[in-house]
């Protein structure tokens, strides 16, 4: 049976979204058109919304002004310590743990040549402006462990300036594991275990 443009529509968005498959589009999608108008039209608006989401200037945290709260925090400015994460999900886990007291970095991924994503992709220069800038002495790699991350954070030593003090986490972080699936006890232990790169 030819499924209505629109909903067959809905279904090639909704498929775009990572482990989403046609089959659960399609079902998630029959799902929400029996919702009623009022729902699904607010249930649209809010996916619609995401576009006009702000970023931190110098972090890449979600920021409604030009800094977020937590570049703008004095004491965690003054911290010396930047703390390096991939993506936003893996910030947010950092501060679920309400362990790390420093800033934050978001990268915006992990060097991956066979995909495309060379440091011009990701914050990296940013990064380094800010070690300078902020006048940073520990900069800690909370780096997912695989090859790309590994490679990244090779990459990442080179260009940090000798002085500072590089750390990667790493122990009770399974390998290939995200940090965003982890419980925060275990990103805790991690953090608590960095070691030198
Ligand atoms: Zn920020």
Same mark, same amino acid.
């Given at each position: 049976? /030819?499924?209505?443009?629109? &909903? %067959?529509?809905? @279904?090639?968005?909704? %498929? ?8 659960? *589009?399609?079902? +998630? ?20 919304? &995401? %576009?006009?989401?702000?970023?931190? +200037?110098?972090?890449?945290? $979600?920021?409604?002004?030009? $800094? ?6 004095? /004491? ?19 501060? !679920?743990?309400?362990? #790390? ?5 978001? &990268? ?11 440091? /011009? ?9 800010? @070690?300078?800038?902020? +006048?940073?002495?520990?900069?800690? =790699? ?12 090779? #990459?990442?030593?080179? #260009?940090?300036?000798? %002085?500072? *003090?590089?750390? !990667?986490?790493? $122990? ?8 965003? #699936? ?7 232990? *991690?953090?608590?275990?960095? !070691?030198? =790169?």
């Amino acid at each position: 049976m /030819e499924l209505p443009t629109i &909903l %067959s529509e809905a @279904i090639v968005e909704f %498929s775009k979204l990572p482990g989403i498959g046609e089959r659960t *589009a399609t079902r +998630q999608m029959l799902h929400l058109s029996n919702w009623d108008k009022i729902d699904l039209l607010k249930f649209g608006e809010s996916i619609k919304a &995401l %576009s006009e989401l702000k970023y931190c +200037q110098d972090c890449g945290l $979600f920021s409604e002004v030009e $800094f977020c709260h937590i570049c703008l925090n004095e /004491e965690r400015k003054n911290s010396g310590t930047i703390c390096v994460v991939e993506s936003v999900t893996d910030a947010l886990a950092i501060e !679920r743990t309400e362990h #790390y007291k420093g800033l934050l970095h978001v &990268l915006g991924g992990v060097l991956n040549p066979l995909m495309g994503v060379g440091p /011009e992709q990701l914050s990296v220069k940013k990064l380094i402006d800010r @070690i300078r800038k902020d +006048q940073i002495s520990e900069v800690i =790699l909370a780096v997912n462990p695989s090859l790309e991350g590994d490679a990244t954070c090779s #990459y990442l030593k080179m #260009y940090i300036p000798e %002085s500072v *003090a590089v750390e !990667r986490i790493g $122990f009770g972080i399974p390998i290939g594991g995200s940090l965003e #699936y982890l419980d925060s006890m275990t990103i805790g232990k *991690a953090l608590e275990n960095k !070691r030198k =790169l």
